[in-house]
């Protein structure tokens, strides 16, 4: 009797553990070089929410081997459920924020990119290394401009993605971090791109973003002064190499959403921004939401959540 129960025993355990394998995210990390293979991985099941079921979570490298730090040099691929013809699957690209610091990392864009997946969105989650982890001045930066660049190699590998219509999205120090790679110039320093082989989205949504850095730091932000390693009269090249608005692009088309009630970033930041883009004749567009804070913006908890879940959503169909 005690034979026979342990091997039913055994036989339970195996079948949960094979359950749990099948529904479980087994999200592999390329390993070797840029052209890499699509990382094995099982379908996203979440039992609590129908709406993302399906999805499936693939992890790429996009440093070649040897370079960087696998532990962060990465971007999470979430793929809509279902079987897609090619380029027929609109793409967004995340960049988290959190000063630019070790504190913040992909996890607070999940719930974005989960939410975008289950509206037939692919979302590229994108990690970088951050002050207290190895990044600063001028490997964040740098981290962030290979991660957007490796989209084409995204699309090669995913054929359903269609890369020519592409949504680049950033929240507070993410958000910077967006408009500056999105809008690079031939005068951008080579260490953030080869001129030839930069991705330009289609279209970039800053929220809550501090797009003005020099008037950042002048009015006593330090984060922007720890990230620059300096001042606006100490590393003047610094800021004039990333400040989004020191780098305006009139053809790329930006959004900037800010909350009127943000403590953090205040709101003259996205305000200076879109006026500065105006002012260039180019195409921005302000949008405030009252009384919001800085983190309602990604906060599932937030009454606004589902609003910019919506907005990026239709910012990737054309209009009718």
């Known amino acids: 009797m005690t034979r026979r129960l342990s091997r039913r025993t055994i036989a339970l355990v195996t079948a949960v553990l094979v359950l749990i394998v099948a529904a479980g995210v087994a999200v592999g ?26 999805i499936s979570v693939h992890r790429y490298a996009y440093l070649p081997a040897g370079v960087g730090d696998p532990r962060q040099d990465y971007g999470d691929l979430y793929l809509p459920a279902g079987t897609h013809a090619d380029n027929t699957v609109p793409l967004v690209v995340l960049i988290h924020g959190g000063g630019w610091t070790a504190r913040y990392s992909t996890t607070y864009m999940e719930p974005i990119a989960r939410a975008l997946a289950a509206q037939g969105v692919a979302v590229y989650n994108i990690e970088y290394r951050r002050i207290g982890s190895g990044g600063g001045w001028p490997t964040t930066f740098s981290d962030v401009a290979a991660a957007v660049d490796h989209v084409p ?103 900037a959403v800010h909350g009127t009630a943000d403590r953090v970033v205040s709101p003259a930041q996205s305000m200076s921004f879109v006026a500065a883009v105006q002012r260039a004749r180019g195409e921005a567009r302000l949008v405030l939401l009252r009384g919001q804070s800085h983190s309602a913006l990604v906060s599932p908890r937030s009454s606004v959540f589902l609003q910019i879940i919506q907005m990026i959503a239709a910012s990737t169909r054309p209009s009718a």
């Open 29 to 54: 990390v390329r390993p070797s070089t840029r052209t890499a293979d699509r990382a094995t991985t099982a379908p996203t099941s979440t039992s609590d929410d129908p709406a993302t079921r399906g």
């Open 153 to 255: 190699t995204l699309g090669r590998l995913n054929p359903e993605i269609d890369t020519s219509d592409s949504t680049l999205v950033g929240h507070s120090a993410g958000a910077q971090l967006a408009v500056w790679v999105g809008t690079r110039n031939p005068a951008t320093p080579r260490e953030f791109g080869d001129p030839r082989s930069r991705w330009k989205p289609t279209r970039i949504i800053s929220l809550a973003g501090p797009l003005n850095l020099e008037r950042a730091s002048n009015t006593g932000d330090t984060r922007v002064t720890r990230i620059l390693g300096g001042t606006p009269a100490q590393v003047p090249d610094r800021y004039r190499a990333v400040d989004p608005i020191e780098n305006i692009d009139p053809t790329m088309p930006i959004t």
